[in-house]
């Protein structure tokens, strides 16, 4: 990107600083380095990162300025992508380069990976221009078994076993969601604390205790021309406790055809091809031997917990601290009738327990 003939950088990255420290971990870079913004992701800042000889990384960094306590941790993301990449699992990473925990190289903590090809499929118009039916259909199973590997991962053998608490998980979720609704809270927006209030009071038994990603969804994979995943991405909300719960939130995300998915920043699976619900379920079902009987409870979790996200990422975008990555799918795409709209959605799943025909 230039400006009058000269490189043009975005906010949130000091080309000097980064360029030398990319230069001590990889000898084979070719400076200048550009930097280009990665437009939809709404928390972390990311980048895709290119030298002189056209080879690629992402560097991932907090939001400028203001953000919430405990959240954005740069050093946890690294670990947690190097312990389960390099072949330690099945599960698809992308390589990760190395961590800068302080603030002294790029005026926050921030790491870099390894470029993975392949596509992000925001839409469902997206999806199809990527993918033939085939592709699609091997996609929406590859969630399923991904899913399963990521919750099958024995987390004392790869050096996660203190990444959190394994017990109790959506009783500290609730807390803390309702926190940052209570210091983010959107006026207008009715709902939240009265589903709040009727979640806290029916959570379910816990099924054990595994990895959870915390925003599994199609759309935080690089998918491949065949349908396959070849990375999982946004890994922030990680930690250990109730596996149903990233069940919950994919289905969430999971638009079936026809349906209406206004409400949600992604609709990838509302293309042709891709298995419904009901199937992913039973996919997912069959490789880990979880019931999903009470998935609606967890479905309306979800709803409730990303209204709760959502009037956070409102409060970064007012604040500016998305910088040059706010898009069009930014803060416009998140009002406060779209937030009443998620609290209602929840109240609804949670009141009729039925959310998979």
Known sequence: MSESGRTVVPAGVAPGEVTEWLAARVPSLVPPLSFTPVVGGHSNLTYVVADGAGTRWVLRRPPLGHVLATAHDMGREHRILAALGSGRTPVPV??????????????????VMEFVDGAVLRNAADATRELDIHGRRRAGEQLA?????????????????????????????????????????????????????????SVPEQQGATIVHGDFRLDNCIVGPDGSVRAVLDWELCTL???????????????ERGEDGGLLPSDGTAAEGFVNRAAFCARYAAATGRDLSGIAWYA??????????????????????????????????????????????????????????
């Open 145 to 201: 078994d991904v899913l399963a590997a990521i919750h099958a991962v024995d987390v004392d053998a790869v050096g996660l076993g203190d990444l959190g608490r394994r017990e109790d998980y959506i009783g500290r979720q609730l807390r803390r969601w309702h926190r940052q609704w209570e210091a983010t809270r959107v006026p207008g927006v009715e709902g939240i604390d009265e589903v709040h209030a009727a979640l806290s009071a």
């Open 94 to 111: 992308p390589p990760v380069v190395g961590l800068s925990a302080d603030d002294s190289v790029n005026g926050a903590p921030f790491y």
């Open 300 to 357: 309306a979790f979800a709803y409730w917990r990303l209204a709760c996200i959502l009037a956070g990422v409102l409060d970064r975008y007012t604040a500016g601290a998305m910088g040059d990555q706010a898009g069009d799918g930014g803060a416009s795409r998140f009002t406060r009738e779209g937030l009443a709209g998620l609290a209602a959605k929840a109240r609804t799943v949670l009141e009729e327990g039925k959310f998979v025909a």
């Open 241 to 255: 406790g109730d596996p149903l719960a990233d069940v919950g939130t994919t289905l969430v995300y999971w638009v």
